[in-house]
T-cell receptor
Framework: GQNIDQPTEMTATEGAIVQINCTYQTSGFNGLFWYQQHAGEAPTFLSY??LDGLEEKGRFSSFLSRSKGYSYLLLKELQMKDSASYLC??????????WGAGTKLIIKP | EAEVAQSPRYKITEKSQAVAFWCDPI?????LYWYRQILGQGPELLVQFQDESVVDDSQLPKDRFSAERLKGVDSTLKIQPAELGDSAMYLC????????????FGPGTRLTVT
């Protein structure tokens, strides 16, 4: 079956760095997305990786290892507004998105 | 900035009643998605349209749910009759089309079935 695993919840301190991991098992692979979702709101796009390596976008970076079925989202200089759920989603061979359950990130002052 | 529109934002209905949600995607976006999201879980795809055609409705409970996108623009998702377990956030998203595309989500409709 197809599966996405990510931690349920993480806690970090304002100003610090946090890494949210995601492992995936899909029928084929055509890329991996990260979305941010604040409570009660819709998901918003953060990043897309299809090649191995690190993609940096401001305070957020996303990494992919296709051989390991692994990705992570790295958030630097954490701000209180970064408190949200972070959803990992993999695109399978049929170009269908397989979604993880999300990681709830709690930022403490 | 163009956005996906959804209405209503909130809906409370009694079980066995009919309920309908509306979505207007970003202009020019050929692909439209309806998702259901239960609190603490990721979105679950209910139906995907490419223009007016259904591409995937394998997870849509067809005995009670229906979806249409008659002119390939806006779309309606209907539930009849609603059940207690249908309480969730219903999200609409659109993308330009093609095989790989960022999905843009609307604000969602929070459904509560009592």
């Amino acid at each position: 079956g197809q599966n996405i695993d990510q931690p349920t919840e993480m806690t970090a301190t304002e100003g610090a760095i946090v890494q949210i991991n995601c492992t995936y098992q899909t029928s084929g692979f055509n890329g991996l997305f990260w979305y941010q979702q604040h409570a009660g709101e819709a998901p918003t796009f953060l990043s897309y990786n299809v090649l191995d390596g690190l993609e940096e976008k401001g305070r957020f970076s996303s990494f992919l290892s296709r051989s390991k079925g692994y990705s992570y989202l790295l958030l630097k200089e954490l701000q209180m507004k970064d408190s949200a759920s972070y959803l990992c989603a993999a695109l399978d061979s049929n170009y269908q998105l397989i979604w993880g359950a999300g990681t709830k990130l709690i930022i403490k002052p | 900035e163009a956005e996906v529109a959804q209405s209503p934002r909130y809906k409370i209905t009694e079980k066995s009643q009919a309920v309908a949600f509306w979505c207007d995607p970003i202009s020019g976006h050929a692909t439209l998605y309806w998702y259901r999201q239960i609190l603490g879980q990721g979105p679950e795809l209910l139906v995907q349209f490419q223009d007016e055609s259904v591409v995937d409705d394998s997870q849509l409970p067809k005995d009670r749910f229906s979806a249409e996108r008659l002119k390939g623009v806006d779309s309606t998702l209907k539930i009849q009759p609603a059940e207690l377990g249908d309480s969730a956030m219903y999200l609409c998203a659109s993308s330009l089309g093609g095989e790989v595309g960022e999905q843009y989500f609307g604000p969602g409709t929070r459904l509560t079935v009592t």
